[in-house]
């Protein structure tokens, strides 16, 4: 499964960025869905999960209040808004696609490089 994402970057800390995921429609919209990350030396942990319909959302307590996971089933793609950034929030970021709202599925974006420092 072919899964795509985009939009991260460098950013001052207090700063916004918005991250994309895309994936064949077919896929999406049959598909729960993840933003993980991981940071040097560290394990890859969750970020948020969202349900097949939206209306299921876990979001991880350390970027609760200042990262919103949401989808667009229509337009088969993934957003992670991204506020009140922090440098701990430096890591690559990789879109997940599959499993329950419990657990990771099978199939993985390449990452995208989020740097939060001044």
């Known amino acids: 499964v072919q899964v795509v994402e985009s939009g991260g970057g460098l950013v001052q800390p207090g700063g916004s960025l918005r991250l994309s995921c895309v994936c064949p429609r077919s896929i999406f919209v049959n598909n729960y869905m993840g933003w993980y990350r991981q940071a040097p030396g560290r394990q890859r942990e969750l970020v948020a999960r969202?349900?097949?319909?939206?209306?299921?959302?876990t979001i991880a307590d350390s970027v609760k209040g200042r990262f919103t996971i949401s989808r667009d089933n229509a337009e088969s793609t993934m957003y992670l808004q991204m506020n009140s950034l922090k440098p701990e929030d430096t890591a690559v970021y990789y879109c997940?696609?599959?499993?329950?709202?419990?657990?990771?599925?099978?199939?993985w974006g390449q990452g995208t490089q989020v740097t939060v420092s001044s």
């Open positions: 969202i349900s097949i319909s939206g209306s299921s959302k």
């Open positions: 997940n696609v599959g499993g329950t709202m419990r657990s990771w599925g099978d199939s």
